[in-house]
C-alpha cells in the first residue's frame, strides 16, 4: 500500500505557454497530507486557489484545463503526468498567469525539476482506484476503453487519423517511473501544419514554435527531429496519463485509446470518479478510522441495516491487523420478543454476528477489499463462556490470523467488564460488491 507523497523542497520552473504565448513563473512547494493538488494564481488579487479536483475541470481544446471563479489555469497535462508517476498527491502549484509553461513540449523538463526537488513519503495512505468494471466511451471515429487491472496503469494506444501524412501508430506500455522517464516523457507535442492557420485564428498556439511542437508537414517533420519513429502516439499517451491523473488518485486500470484527446481523456476521468464513489466514500470513511467510526460512518461502509447491524461503535483501529468495537446490548432488540422472553438472553449466533461484523470492518481496511463483501466461510474454535442480558456492553475483538487473494481468517472474542463471553475463530470468502450468492457459491453473510 503507497503512502501519500509530496515533493522534498521548493522547486521552480519558467517558460512561454503555448497557447497564450506568456512567459510564467512557476514555484511547486512540499503540501500537507490530504491538501491535494493545488493552483495558486499569484497574479489575480487575492491569490485564488483552483484545487485539482473533478468539478474544477474545465473543457478546451487542444488541452487540460482548470477553472474556479475567476482563475484558470490551463495546459497541466505534462506536469500532471509526472505527478501521476511519481505518486505525489499533494502540491502547491504557485503561478503568476493562466498557462503552465510548454518547455521543450514534452514532461521531460518537468519530470527533472520535479525529481531533482526529491519524493518524499508522508505518513498517511494514498488514494487509489482499482476499477470493479469495464467502462467504455466512444465518439465517432475516438474511442476510450477502462478495463480491471490488479495493479497499476497499463495503456494501449493507436493513433489513427487516416491521414497520408500520418502512418497509424500503436504503443503500449506498463507505466512505471523507469518505463515513463525512457519511453514516455520526452515525447513532445504534436501539428498537423494544416492546421497551424485554423488554431491561430482561434487565439490558439501563440507561444508554439518547430522547437516546442512537431510540425508535421508533407515532406515531414518542419524545422526539428523525432526523437522517436513513433513519437506522436507516445505524446499521446503522456496527455493520457496526465489527464487521467485528475481522478487525483493512483489508478489501477488497462486503458484502450483509439484516437482520443484531452475531452475525451476527461470524459473518461468522470466516469471512472462516477463508477467508484462508494469506493471513494468507504476510502475516505477508512482513512481516519484510527479516531473511531461511528454508526452513521459503519452503515455507509456495511450492507447491513437495522435490526441486522450489530456493531455501534468502533473505537480502535490498528491499520489491517486489529480493530475493537461496541455493541450495546438493550431491552428494545427485537429478538428478546420471542427469545427467552421471560428471561432475555443475547442468542449465540447473534453475538458471532456482531464479531463478524467487527472483523469484516477491519477486511475492508485493506484498499485491494474496498467495495468487496465478506461472507462467512467457516467457524472454528467457537466458545460461550457466559450469558449476554439487556444492559450488557459488548467490547469486540477482532485481530487478522490470515490472509490470502480470497479468504482471510480472523480471530474474534467478545466481553463484558473484562470478562470473556464468546470466542471464535472465523474465515471469511471475498468477493466484489455485485456477486452475491446467487453466483453459484455458497456461504453465510457477515
Known sequence: MQAQKTIGHEARISGVGLHTGREVNVVLLPAEEDSGIVFVRTDLPGEPRVEAKVENINLQPRRSALMKGPAEVHTIEHL????????IQNLEVRIDGP???????????????VREAGVVDQQKRGREITLREPIALRDGPSSLIALQSPEGLTISYTLDYSSPLQETQFFQVKIDEETFAREIAPARTFVMESEIKDLQARGLGKGANCRNTLVLGREGIIGNELRYRNEF???????????????????????????SGHNHNLQLVRQILASTARER????IMSSAERGLNVRQIARIMPHRYPFLLVDRIVEIDGDRRAVGIKNVSMNEEY????????PVMPGVLQIEAMAQVAGLLLLRRNENIGKLAYL???DGVRFRKTVVPGDQLRIEAELKKMRSRTAEMVTRATVDGKVVAEATVGFMLVDGNVGPESGERFGES
Open 80 to 87: 500532471f503526468s509526472v505527478l501521476s508517476v511519481l505518486g
Open 99 to 113: 498557462e503552465l509553461p510548454g518547455l521543450d513540449g514534452s514532461a521531460l523538463p518537468y519530470y527533472e525539476t
Open 233 to 259: 502516439v507516445r505524446h499521446k499517451i503522456l496527455d493520457l496519463i496526465g489527464d487521467l491523473y485528475l481522478t487525483t488518485s493512483r489508478l489501477n486500470a488497462c486503458i484502450l485509446a483509439t484516437r
Open 281 to 284: 466514500e468507504v476510502e475516505d
Open 336 to 343: 428478546f420478543q420471542g427469545h427467552f422472553p421471560g428471561r
Open 377 to 379: 466461510l467457516s467457524l
